[in-house]
């Protein structure tokens, strides 16, 4: 078995390929799901499409590299919180692309219904949202859950945190959701209204954890580039989902 390390990142010209054609098609799937815009939100929404189409280029990349290094035998492939931050981000992009152009699920099967969803579905309840958001939060506790699961031994004490924090957050939506769902009209159409909010909210609260914990981390152990591809894009995705929701209200 070959043993390397993954302190460094040779830059190959195949890496840097695959990474440009990721952030095109991660583009590509966002311009693809984008309505339109009245004109307030149209500077916002290209914005909003660049940024997230390069967070997962930068995502799907770091997770390729790394599965190549784990291939090769790289003992320190999957060791750091980094790295299981890139496979969440991994399964999340499966997860929206899979709900958003894959799988019917009534007005959402058109697709740019999905667009900013959990948004402006305070200003347009629907009833598939409801299912919607209860489906794609509830796969997402399910994958970090497993993620938390392989990675709980190298993981410290405030890493175990964050994800913990992850899955107890997610589970709040298909919970909320699914009562909703039971309550009738009036229960769904309050939820809807409130659905943006305790996004925002929980959003927030969790970047800040990040972004603690890594700090936190940093002066015990550095991480090696692919660490910090994860940490960085989980970063940069909270921050733009906070600066639409602020766009919105």
């Known amino acids: 078995m070959q043993t390397t390390a ?62 190549r290094r784990n291939a090769q035998g790289d003992l320190l492939a999957f060791t750091a919180p980094g790295h299981w931050l890139l496979a969440l981000g991994g399964a999340a992009v499966f997860i929206d692309v899979l709900f958003a152009t894959v799988l019917p699920s009534g007005d959402l099967s058109r697709g740019s219904e999905a667009y900013w969803l959990i948004f402006s579905v305070a200003h347009a309840p629907f009833l598939d949202a409801l299912t919607h958001q209860a489906t794609t939060w509830g796969l997402g506790m399910v994958a970090a859950a497993v993620f938390l699961y392989l990675a709980w031994n190298s993981l410290s004490w405030l890493w175990r945190g964050v994800f913990a924090s992850f899955i107890l957050g997610a589970a709040i ?39 603690v914990t890594a700090a936190l981390s940093h002066r015990r152990q550095p991480g090696d580039i692919f660490h910090w591809l994860g940490v960085v894009a989980c970063v940069v995705v909270a921050a733009m989902q906070l600066a639409t929701y602020k766009a919105f209200f």
Do not use: D
Not at 18 to 26: N, Y
Not at 47 to 53: G, I, Q
Not at 179 to 194: D, V
């Open 6 to 67: 993954s302190a460094g990142f040779p830059v190959r010209l195949s890496t840097l390929a695959f990474w440009v054609a990721a952030c095109a098609v991660g583009f590509a799937f966002y311009a693809r799901l984008t309505p339109r815009l009245q004109p307030e939100f149209r500077v916002l929404g290209m914005v909003y499409n660049l940024v997230m189409a390069l967070a997962m280029g930068t995502t799907l990349t770091g997770l390729a590299a790394l599965q």
């Open 173 to 211: 939506f298909p919970i909320t959701a699914t009562t909703a769902l039971l309550g009738g009209s009036t229960a769904q159409i309050a939820w809807c209204h409130r659905l943006p909010h305790l996004y925002a909210g929980l959003m927030l609260a969790w970047l800040i954890l990040l972004l």
